[in-house]
């Protein structure tokens, strides 16, 4: 009976060594799609987040245009915003507060 437990031990290892090999395998295969399901998961979650975000300012904008009372305040709401209207030239001045503090100095000076 010793010789066919040593019979049957290399073949329970062989056995063994096979399963352990087989599971690389399988480990080995699901490792790429296992990876791209977690960072597709990643990304949507991200993405859900500021599909969020986006619709809540699309609330806040619907919530202002709706309490605009008249196109004029729209208008100045859209211009502070700096939108301009279609065929309008956008000019951007820069320097202002530095002007009106020296016309202020040299208006204060002469009177």
Not at 5 to 16: C, D, E, G, K, W
Not at 85 to 98: A, D, M, Q, S, T
Not at 99 to 109: E, I, Q
Request: hydrophobic share 40%; net charge positive.
């Amino acid at each position: 009976m010793a010789k066919h437990r040593r019979r049957r031990a290399p073949r329970s290892q062989l056995l063994r060594w096979g399963a352990v090999v087989a599971a690389c395998v399988v480990a080995v295969l699901y490792y790429k799609p296992a990876r791209t399901y977690l960072h597709t998961r990643d990304n949507v979650t991200a993405r859900t987040a500021e599909v969020r975000k986006l619709r809540r300012h699309h609330a806040q904008l619907q919530r202002l245009v709706a309490a605009s009372t008249s196109d004029a305040e729209l208008a100045r709401e859209a211009r502070r915003l700096g939108l301009v209207k279609p065929g309008e030239r956008l000019f951007i001045v820069k320097g202002i507060n530095h002007w009106l503090k020296l016309h202020r100095s040299n208006v204060g000076g002469d009177g």
